[in-house]
T-cell receptor, first 113, second 112 residues
Framework: DTGVSQDPRHKITKRGQNVTFRCDPI?????LYWYRQTLGQGPEFLTY????????KSRLLSDRFSAERPKGSFSTLEIQRTEQGDSAMYLC???????????FGPGTRLTVL | GDSVTQMEGPVTLSEEAFLTINCTYT??????LFWYVQYPGEGLQLLLK?????DKGSNKGFEATYRKETTSFHLEKGSVQVSDSAVYFC???????????FGTGTLLAVQP
């Protein structure tokens, strides 16, 4: 399967801990997006990369959040000092370029206790 | 800013009934329009898309037409099946980032 993959699929952590999620996009896709989906809502844009450059961050992305895509391939999303309000599904999507269809991974479900 | 309004769910239908899920949007310019579907326990999947006015996207019996004059992209299917039970998301895409703007989703439950 050569779709978008995300790891881990589920993460349970205690408030105040740091967590890191990984996303592997479809090979050769230049664009990589992160979204967050809370229960009963649609996904909301967090940030995106064009190759290794992070070009926009949503106001939803507080200083506790950081994302990287060091070699323009996989990406990581780190949340420091997690809060209960961070509990959500974190979705990654990739596209060949800006105008191409975005393909989503299965998501990482984060639960902060 | 850009936004999308979707028909609230849940929508409960009997098998073989006609389906319409309304979607209207506000956006600068002429965004591409998408419907994504999320089956229980699965990730978001592209259902169909339209990239310019009057285009009709179609897939698996679902259709939606890009109506620029009413800024709408309503999803329709002539005869739903139990396997169509899922959450459906309307999403325009545009701006410099080409990010997707999702609605709240509409839960469709099809009963046999």
């Amino acid at each position: 399967d050569t779709g978008v993959s995300q790891d881990p699929r589920h993460k349970i952590t205690k408030r105040g801990q740091n967590v890191t999620f990984r996303c592997d996009p479809i090979s050769e896709h230049n664009r990589l997006y992160w979204y967050r989906q809370t229960l009963g809502q649609g996904p909301e844009f967090l940030t995106y990369f064009q190759n290794e450059a992070q070009l926009e961050k949503s106001r939803l992305l507080s200083d506790r959040f950081s994302a990287e895509r060091p070699k323009g391939s996989f990406s990581t999303l780190e949340i420091q000092r997690t809060e209960q309000g961070d509990s959500a599904m974190y979705l990654c999507a990739s596209s060949l370029n800006g105008r191409d269809t975005q393909y989503f991974g299965p998501g990482t479900r984060l639960t902060v206790l | 800013g850009d936004s999308v309004t979707q028909m609230e769910g849940p929508v409960t239908l009997s098998e073989e009934a006609f389906l319409t899920i309304n979607c209207t949007y506000t956006a600068t310019g002429y965004p591409s329009l998408f419907w994504y579907v999320q089956y229980p326990g699965e990730g978001l999947q592209l259902l169909l898309k339209a990239t310019k006015a009057d285009d009709k996207g179609s897939n698996k019996g679902f259709e939606a037409t890009y109506r620029k004059e009413t800024t709408s992209f309503h999803l329709e299917k002539g005869s739903v099946q139990v396997s169509d039970s899922a959450v459906y998301f309307c999403a325009p895409r545009g701006g410099a980032t080409n990010k997707l703007i999702f609605g709240t989703g509409t839960l469709l439950a099809v009963q046999p």
